[in-house]
């Protein structure tokens, strides 16, 4: 006798998809305004697709933030930087994406994004890129 598993079709969208493709990054008041306080977030999951030969990048992403008004909420973040699993896009460019969405979520007064590639090829990248808000 078949489980219900098995009688589910392998091309329905399951909720974890759904999810992601629905993921923006999701900002909260900041409790402590005027408190000049460091946020450091750590996902270690990022992947995306190298543009020329569609082969998969891992990378860890690396955020430290100084909330300004805002705060990013945490499971929007995480379904937002998921979204990038199926795209494909250089490793310059999706940092570089990441840190446009994070200042126009968050406007926080200073933000890094760091993502650090997994060696591919005997090739270890990392990239780096910063904004601090102007007054």
């Known amino acids: 006798m078949a489980n219900s598993t098995e009688n589910t079709s392998s091309s329905a969208v399951k ?19 005027g408190r000049r306080y460091k946020v ?9 697709k190298c543009p020329f030969s569609g082969y ?14 805002k705060v990013v909420e945490l499971k929007g973040i995480k379904l937002y930087i998921n979204s990038y699993r199926d795209r494909y896009i250089s490793h310059e460019e999706s940092i570089n994406q990441i840190l446009d969405d994070f200042v126009a979520a968050a406007d926080p007064l200073e933000v890094t994004i760091r993502g650090d590639f997994n ?11 910063n904004h601090v808000k102007s007054n």
């Open 119 to 129: 060696p591919r090829g005997n090739v270890h990248t990392v990239v780096e890129v």
């Open 40 to 48: 450091e977030i750590s996902l270690p999951e990022f992947t995306c």
């Open 15 to 33: 909720y974890g998809e759904r999810e992601i493709s629905e993921g923006e990054l999701i900002t909260f008041p900041n409790p402590r305004v």
């Open 56 to 69: 998969p990048d891992f990378a860890t992403i690396h955020i430290t933030y100084f909330p300004h008004e």
